[in-house]
């Protein structure tokens, strides 16, 4: 369990990297479920507030900056602009070339496989039964109603299953336009005391948001629970390939280097690749699908998952259950797409 994309990232639950919008108001209610979960799970959970600083090293993203940090706080996030001489004193190791900076001080970081399997257990707890291991390929569906998954019957099925959702979604009669969008990360050695942040470079957003399928590396470094130093981010939709390049891993630390140049010191001790549950326009699916009756959606979310997952499931729990949700569902609609033809 979790030994796919939710134990491959870097656990992060961030408002940092959005702007006003719809997955902002997710984010905000993600971000606030984790202190539910920390309070659930306590230490199990890994959970660290260590905040993030967005660095900006060109006039592109710095000139627009201010205009998103006031839209932000009007949204309620905590967060202000930083000169450069406060975001050298917040990170001292960030000794390269600066425009400026952002802070978020409630954005956490925590242990996505861990909490996954604790959750689990305390769904057991409440009588739910857990199985691993049992390989799902198509829904059942007769008479335009999902019958069930895997050899089990059901009344309604939630699809979310990530970067492999679009042939499952398809069984049902839902084309739904999702790719997987690899990334690849470089552990370094143990260095706790390198940052104290999570550190995105100011272009990581218009990574995230371009539609390219080629290559795309933004800088991305923190330190994690045991100390290492880790190094993101690429993007790139290239199918399932999850192979480790090494060209991509030294553009990595190219990119890193160039805020933190300290990390040219540091020695790898590491390198994986995961894949990401990308959808165009950049919104999750989550609700029901008129594709089918019993059809429920919570896929897409990119590289958001560890932190929108909690807070997706316990809306499509609310709105199974016909509560009402505490976010509107109607932008993350599955059908939103029509008839585009799946990848």
Not at 52 to 57: E, F, N, P, Q, S
Not at 69 to 96: F, K, N, T, Y
Not at 101 to 124: K, T, V, Y
Not at 164 to 178: C, H, I, N, T, V
Request: proline letters at 7%; one cysteine or more; aromatic letters at 4%.
């Amino acid at each position: 369990m979790s030994g796919g994309t939710t134990g491959l990232g870097e656990g992060n639950v961030l408002c940092c990297d959005k702007r006003p919008g719809p997955e902002l108001g997710l984010a905000q209610l993600g971000l606030a479920l984790y202190d539910e979960l920390e309070e659930l799970l306590g230490t199990e959970a890994g959970i660290r507030r260590m905040g993030a600083l967005v660095v900006h090293t060109g006039a592109a993203s710095w000139d627009a900056e201010p205009a998103r940090i006031a839209a932000l706080q009007a949204a309620g996030v905590e967060c202000e602009l930083l000169e450069p001489d406060q975001v050298r004193a917040a990170e001292p190791e960030l000794s390269g070339a600066l425009l400026g900076g952002s802070s978020f001080p409630r954005d956490l970081q925590c242990a996505p496989g861990e909490i996954a399997r604790a959750l689990a257990r305390e769904a057991e707890r409440l009588g739910a039964r857990v199985e691993t291991g049992r390989r799902a390929d198509s829904f059942g569906v007769e008479g335009g109603r999902v019958t069930g998954v895997a050899g089990i019957s059901a009344d309604a099925v939630v699809l979310a299953a990530g970067a492999w959702s679009a042939p499952l979604a398809r069984s049902a009669g839902l084309e739904l336009p999702l790719e997987p969008r690899k990334g690849q990360l470089v552990r370094l050695e143990r260095r706790p005391d390198f940052l104290r942040h999570k550190v995105i470079d100011g272009s990581y957003m218009a990574a995230v948001e371009s539609e390219d399928a080629g290559l795309a590396v933004s800088t991305v470094v923190e330190t994690t629970l045991d100390g290492h130093v880790l190094v993101g981010s690429s993007r790139e939709r290239r199918g399932f390939d999850v192979s480790v390049d090494p060209a991509v891993s030294g553009a990595l630390l190219d990119s890193a280097a160039r805020i933190a140049p300290g990390v040219r010191g540091l020695r790898v001790e590491g390198e994986w690749a995961g894949l990401r549950p990308w959808l165009p326009g950049g919104l999750p699916a989550i609700g029901p699908s008129a594709a089918a009756d019993g059809l429920w959606v919570a896929t897409g979310h990119e590289g958001a998952g560890v932190a929108h997952g909690p807070i997706t499931g316990r809306l499509i729990a609310q709105a199974l259950c016909g509560e009402p949700t505490e976010l509107d569902l109607a932008p993350f609609s599955p059908d939103r797409f029509g008839s585009r033809p799946a990848p």
